[in-house]
């Protein structure tokens, strides 16, 4: 079982930053892949970005250049680091976990966080 508390949600104005943080409770934490989605309201959940067991990442072509994800093994947490915030990456942010390797589609993904709200005004 593993559970994962997100932080680091809130306001900011389009072209600001923010920094995500999804902390992991897994003894195993080293053998999951943790990634990243959202879903804005009315909207299906998507994928943002992903970070695998081996260390490769994944991104959505709609943060590329963007968003960076990155993982702190010693603090079983992932970070992801969004610069440029856009109206349009108002959403519910989400961390997940899944067995090693990241995946694109959410129903492939095991353990859900409760989400953080990000809200970019234009």
């Known amino acids: 079982q593993v559970q994962l508390v997100e932080s680091g949600g809130g306001l900011v104005q389009a072209g600001g930053s923010l920094r995500l943080s999804c902390a992991a409770s897994a003894r195993t934490f080293s053998k999951y892949a943790m990634g990243w989605f959202r879903q804005a309201p009315g909207k299906e959940r998507e994928f943002v970005a992903a970070?695998?067991?081996?260390?490769?990442?994944a991104y959505a072509d709609f943060v590329k250049g963007r968003f960076t994800i990155s993982r702190d093994y010693d603090k079983n947490t992932i970070y992801l680091e969004m610069n440029s915030l856009k109206p349009e990456d108002t959403a519910v942010y989400l961390c997940?976990?899944?067995?090693?390797?990241?995946?694109?589609?959410?129903?492939?993904?095991?353990?859900w966080g409760q989400g953080t709200q990000v809200t970019v005004s234009s």
């Open positions: 997940a976990a899944r067995n090693y390797y990241n995946d694109y589609d959410p129903r492939a993904w095991s353990y």
């Open positions: 970070y695998s067991w081996g260390g490769v990442t």
